[in-house]
């Protein structure tokens, strides 16, 4: 049986993939995800885990490395964050487009410059259109059970899709933390065998990655749309599944008191544990507000989302990226997409905080909060707004 | 198998695009492109095979009496064959109408 | 909820410190956190860890602000920092490792409230062989608050720290029995 402890999340996390019997991992060190991967390598390095530990040059190498382990047929686990992420972009798409199963975990990290170690969501929210399924955690024990839930749905006949799990660079990755870690044969009821839908194989040859030409190109990208949303319903059931056996239920959509909610906070990632803790102290003040997230970005529930918020007057989104001199940030960017000519669709109030390290503290709920009230009541609909910025955003430029 | 239209719809395409026929590229035949073609004097070759083992097409086997013949539908015409035959007995020659 | 902070220098094992605190209070049954002040690391220069602990699962991602007990692992560390930041007014403890007493650190530099001091420089150089003060200012604060069983924080040690845990032990026994709790 699971042992609930404490312990840091990297520990946990390389402790799931281990759990998960991976057979393959290729994965370079990066702050804030480098003790996910020096711990697998002591595991490997320990004979705990009968594993391939490849220790690339680079993160373009670690992902073009794990694309072949995958395509032999292994299960494939790697690791990365900010600049190593980015660095990986190319190969990001064709780990999609050639239906690879894989499994990496991104702490994330805002990308430079200027330098910075420190936890935002730029590295994340720029790989949006990559073609990877995408799910954020929220803590350790969500960390570990996405990872563990991540294999199981990357490897489903009916998706062969890579993921990623995201969660939060230290402030999640170097917690410690109480969680509850299931043990290898827990795991393996859950999760079989990987078993893929093709392979390289020297006695039965196939070609991968062939050139897409003008006339066939579209139809791939066809197949990607098709595979990224229809993986929805697998994901569903395989959340239930794990729901079922472990006690802990995810779904695409999370809500937080969002009954009767007159506003709603929308949050990403671990700030929506703060979140939870600064809405209880409104809803003990009396005020009709609560809290919705995406636990699954990529495929957007866009159905889950439109019920998650019907009947809420306005929505205070809170992104940590955003794009220069654009509308303003990827979610709500995407949120307004979604509710746009929606009868009844509440009003949205954008801002941007929690850049590269910036704490998220309860003024900061309060103020963001404050302004949504203020539309509420009549006043026009500000810009997104850069919030906790010095020197002020609007009226400044 | 049969070969696959090159207009397929998106439900046709194999996952991940892969080929899972071996050996398919042959369906293109690659010698269209060509515009000069190697011709061999015999009564010069060695019978060495230095042609056979540089052409990039790999069109070019060795016959039983030890003689190179290149399958003209993949030959693009390169011209390494010549390039590489030391006996000088390959010449390239301007293909006609 | 409790809310902790550690001070010290790189190197002291302020951040060990917290691990070692938050692990103990989840082995009984508490809910608990430990993190670092999250950023590059210099051998010497002032740090800071946090910690807190609930009865209930903590939902709060970020920094430590208004501690309620804060811990001093270096005596040097009180000219340059204020250590007192953020800490109410009523109920706060700071537990220092000092060999001066408390009427004369509240005198130089203002500290309020229940002090408890403890010469954990001393101690660690006679039972552990080496002035790093972490283990030992962690006797002073189980005695100080209660926090967490000695007996839960011996297993901890001894799990931490092998086989020259019987030093760390021996450290921590002798503050918690040596501190002198004032106000």
């Avoid at chain 1, 780990?95 to 994330?108: D, G, I, T």
Wanted: negative net charge; charged residues 25%.
């Amino acid at each position: 049986m699971a042992q609930r402890k404490g312990m840091e999340v990297s520990i946990a996390i390389a402790e799931a993939a281990s759990a998960c019997d991976v057979d393959c991992i290729a994965a370079y060190p990066i702050t804030p995800q480098t003790h996910v991967v020096e711990h697998l390598a002591e595991i490997v390095a320990e004979g705990e885990l009968d594993a391939e530990f490849i220790p690339v040059e680079s993160e373009h190498a670690a992902l073009s490395a794990c694309i072949g382990c995958a395509a032999a047929g292994a299960r494939t686990f790697t690791a990365t964050s900010s600049q190593g992420l980015a660095l990986m972009h190319e190969v990001l798409f064709i780990a999609s487009a050639l239906r690879m199963p894989m499994v990496m975990v991104v702490a994330n990290r805002a990308l430079s410059g200027p330098i910075n170690i420190w936890n935002d969501h730029s590295d994340v929210m720029t790989e949006r259109d990559v073609g990877w399924l995408q799910v954020f955690a929220e803590n350790g024990q969500e960390a570990v059970d996405l990872v563990i839930l991540a294999h199981k749905i990357s490897e489903d006949h009916r998706v062969l899709l890579p993921i990623m799990v995201h969660f939060d660079g230290f402030i999640v990755s170097h917690m410690i933390e109480p969680l509850s870690l299931p043990d290898r044969d827990e795991v393996k009821k859950f999760l079989p065998n990987f078993v893929p839908a093709m392979r390289l194989d020297i006695d039965n040859p196939i070609s991968m990655g062939p050139v897409g030409m003008p006339t066939v190109y579209t139809e791939a990208k066809m197949v990607a749309e098709a595979a990224v949303r229809g993986s929805y319903g697998p994901i569903v059931e395989t959340f239930k599944g794990f729901g079922d056996m472990f006690g802990r239920h995810y779904r695409p959509v999370e809500t937080y008191r969002s009954e009767d909610a007159e506003i709603m906070m929308v949050t990403m990632g671990s700030i929506s544990e703060t979140a939870m803790t600064w809405v209880d102290a409104q809803r003990e003040r009396g005020e009709k507000v609560g809290l919705v997230r995406f636990r699954l970005w990529r495929p957007l529930p866009i159905e889950d989302f439109k019920n998650a918020v019907r009947g809420a007057k306005a929505l205070t989104v809170i992104d940590r990226h955003f794009s220069p001199g654009g509308p303003g940030g990827p979610v709500s960017a995407e949120i307004k997409q979604v509710l746009y000519g929606t009868a009844d669709a509440p009003q949205i109030v954008e801002f941007v905080a929690g850049l590269g390290g910036r704490d998220i503290n309860m003024e900061d709920f309060d103020q963001m909060y404050g302004k949504t009230k203020a539309v509420l009541a009549g006043a026009p609909v500000p810009p997104f707004e850069l919030i906790q910025v010095r020197g002020g955003h609007h009226g400044e430029i | 198998m049969s070969r696959q239209s090159p207009t397929p719809k998106w439900r046709e395409l194999a996952i991940g695009m892969a080929i899972t026929e071996p050996g398919s590229s042959r369906y293109n035949r690659t010698g269209d492109w060509r515009s000069n073609r190697p011709v061999w004097k015999f009564e010069a070759c060695v019978r060495c095979g230095m042609c056979s083992i540089f052409c990039p097409e790999g069109c070019i086997g060795m016959q039983k009496d030890g003689l190179p013949l290149a399958n003209m539908e993949y030959c693009k015409g390169c011209g390494i064959c010549e390039a590489e035959c030391w006996t000088g007995c390959i010449a390239m020659e301007e293909e006609k109408e | 909820m409790v809310e902790l902070r550690f001070h010290g220098r790189g190197g002291q094992g302020a951040v060990t410190s917290a691990e070692l605190l938050a692990l103990t209070a989840i082995d009984q049954g508490k809910y608990a956190q430990a993190f670092p002040s999250f950023g590059p690391e210099r051998r010497g220069a002032p740090v800071v860890a946090f910690a807190r602990i609930d009865d209930k699962p903590i939902r709060m991602r970020v920094a430590v602000r208004e501690p309620n007990y804060v811990i001093v692992l270096d005596p040097s560390i009180l000219k340059i920092v204020n250590t007192s930041d953020g800490m109410p007014a009523q109920g706060s403890v700071q537990v220092l490792n000092t060999s001066r007493t408390a009427a004369e650190l509240r005198k130089d530099f203002g500290l309020k409230g229940k002090l408890v001091t403890v010469n954990a420089n001393r101690i660690a150089a006679e039972e552990i062989g080496r002035v790093i003060t972490n283990t030992t200012m962690l006797g002073a604060l189980v005695r100080a608050t209660g926090l967490v069983d000695v007996d839960g924080m011996i297993v901890q040690l001894k799990e931490r720290f092998g086989r020259i845990a019987e030093g760390n032990i021996k450290a921590f026994r002798r503050a918690y029995e040596e501190c002198v709790i004032e106000g």
